[in-house]
């Protein structure tokens, strides 16, 4: 592990960070949280399949 992996690494926690934050300021509820949480792998996961379908 280089200094640019650690330099990547703490990035990434601090964009963790800030896109935690966020959520948290929409306060909501964790059944609500959650679902939205699935559709989005859904979504994203639909898509990859689908490039990989297409580009595979």
């Known amino acids: 592990m280089n200094e640019?992996?650690?330099v990547r690494l703490v990035a990434l926690v601090g964009w963790l960070i800030l896109a935690l934050s966020a959520f948290a300021s929409f306060r909501l509820d964790w059944k609500k949280s959650v679902r939205m949480v699935l559709i989005w792998?859904?979504?994203?996961?639909g898509v990859a399949v689908l490039f990989g379908l297409i580009l595979g």
Do not use: A, L
């Open 4 to 6: 640019y992996d650690t």
């Open 41 to 45: 792998v859904v979504i994203f996961g």
